[in-house]
């Protein structure tokens, strides 16, 4: 008494039993009836009682006998069985909604999947058309994390292209890769069909991603980089609003996987190199260090390679001092002393390979961004293709290699294939002892006046096989129109995986590409 007095005078209840109010009752029930069995029994037992000729407790026998019958009925009627006590079954629970803890797919999202499956020109795995070839291998380092797109005909016009590869990294590397390579395209076009996208100010991206500085431009291997038309100091009238575009659209990317409901990018990620070309107009938007390289002539009328984005890896002095201001650290393994990676200031984790990058999120505090590097370039007469590639490729061929290649390849449909296959011959010459890595490679080639092959007959032989372990088979569409803006919002809104299908524009084998180049 004195303690429930104290109980209720400190505004604290104790704590009830476990279980429901019923087996509360009748456990309350068991074991008054266990203790009138111990008083009846010692009362009876007691000296005085006497006992009979037969041994029983004079008066107490028929007494007892009777009171176990009624005990017993009692619990009977309580539900609770004589012997051992059954441990409370527990109710199965409903099976758990298609993605964990996640509600459907809303009407908006489904009805934006079928209309992008309706759309002309795209390609999301391996496959080619009179103008692209696109080609991914899986490496030797478990599922294939690369991904990359062409779609012609972007925003609804017949000048436009975009095309981009997408290196995925982290325990989630491929879902964040095939997610960017699904919806960046389709926030870059929204963007740039809305008249007032133009005038918004970029002022919340530039704070945000806590930029210092450009990259500088170096020489790698005897190539030459060209960005940003730095030769001439001359952009057309469209850059600044193509710019101002690929900033948001990168921004409003990273924003949407962050929260996303299903894929946990803490610290996963992707690389980004993807471009738009626009009648003669180049503008290449980077993050990470895959790479874009383009295949021209020099004054000799000899092929050579012109590096047109920047590998944004932690070593560049920019890129090192962004990234130590936010407290991150810089320092490469004893085991590969020539990588320089990213490290959280109290751990050693994760070890990022690259200063930029979509996801990553436990570096976004401490300088890794997802701020593009956007450069120009104005294609002329001399231009004959551009190779967007991931690191699998770079890190075994140079450019003049690639470039050479996909010069020597049999077909403009098999360049793309021809290249990745010269990669992972590279990587079992040159690293025996390394796992190959995954690579994706799109060729666009720019003089298509040049190509004497027609869409109707490269159906014949071009590509339609992806190799994507996680993502083996490509749909055939046929189609066209512009994305509605609504269902983009639709898109940005909804945290759902919305998984675009990989389509083609024409159905296609590999069986009559030559292998050999």
């Known amino acids: 008494m004195v303690e429930a007095a104290a109980g209720r005078r400190s505004g604290t209840s104790r704590r009830r039993p476990s279980g429901s109010g019923g087996e509360h009752q009748r456990l309350v029930a068991v074991a ?143 879902l964040v890769a095939k997610r960017v390579r699904d919806l960046l395209p389709v926030k870059l076009g929204a963007d740039l069909a809305m008249e007032d996208g133009r005038e918004i100010s970029t002022s919340s991206i530039k704070s945000n991603s806590n930029e210092v500085g450009s990259p500088e431009h170096k020489d790698r291997g005897g190539t030459v980089i060209s960005s940003e ?36 990018c803490f610290f996963s990620g992707t690389t980004a190199v993807a471009v738009i070309k626009q009648g003669l107009n180049l503008i290449i938007g980077n993050l990470g260090d895959s790479r874009a390289v383009l295949g021209t002539r020099d004054e000799n009328n000899q092929l050579v390679a012109i590096q047109l984005t920047v590998d944004l890896k932690p070593n560049i002095p920019s890129e090192a001092h962004r990234i130590r201001q936010r407290r991150g650290r810089i320092f490469a393994l004893p085991e590969e002393p020539e990588v320089a990676r990213v490290w959280l200031p109290k751990y050693n984790s994760p070890g990022l390979a690259m200063a930029r990058a979509f996801g990553d999120f436990c570096l976004k505090d401490h300088g890794v961004i997802s701020m593009p590097d956007v450069s120009y370039h104005r294609i002329t007469e001399k231009d004959e293709f551009i190779v967007l590639a991931t690191d699998g490729v770079w890190d075994v061929l140079s450019n003049d290699e690639v470039v050479s290649i996909v010069s020597r390849a049999t077909s403009r449909a098999s360049a793309a294939r021809f290249l990745v296959e010269s990669a992972h011959h590279a990587w079992r010459t040159r690293f025996p002892t390394s796992k190959i890595d995954d690579c994706a490679v799109v060729c666009l080639f720019l003089n298509t006046d040049e190509t004497s092959e027609s869409s109707s007959s490269m159906s014949n032989n071009l590509a339609n096989a992806v190799e994507d372990s996680s993502d083996q088979h490509s749909t055939t569409v046929q189609l066209s129109t512009g994305v509605p803006a609504d269902l983009v919002t639709a898109l940005v809104t909804d945290g759902n995986e919305v998984s675009v299908v990989e389509t083609v524009a024409r159905p296609v084998t590999f069986t009559d590409l030559p292998k050999d180049g």
Request: glycine share 14%; with cysteine.
């Open 32 to 174: 008054v009836a266990a203790r009138v069995v111990m008083v009846t029994t010692r009362s009876a037992a007691a000296p005085g009682g006497g006992t009979g000729a037969a041994g029983e407790v004079e008066g107490g026998g028929l007494c007892m006998e009777d009171f176990f019958h009624c005990l017993l009925g009692v619990l009977g009627a309580l539900g609770v069985s004589w012997g051992a006590a059954a441990r409370p079954r527990r109710q199965p629970r409903p099976p758990l909604p298609r993605g964990v803890g996640a509600a459907p797919a809303p009407a908006d999202a489904r009805r934006f999947a079928a209309e992008l499956r309706a759309t002309p020109g795209r390609i999301a795995g391996n496959g080619a058309c009179a103008v692209a070839s696109l080609y991914t291998l899986q490496g030797k380092k478990g599922v294939n994390q690369d991904a990359m797109i062409f779609w012609e005909n972007f925003c609804s016009r017949d000048d436009t292209i975009f095309c981009g590869v997408f290196d995925g990294h982290g325990p989630y590397g491929h």
């Open 229 to 264: 038309a730095e030769q001439n100091g001359e952009y057309p009238e469209m850059f600044p609003t193509l710019r101002t575009s690929f900033l948001k659209a990168f921004h409003v990317m990273d924003r949407d996987l962050k929260l996303h409901k299903n894929i946990d």
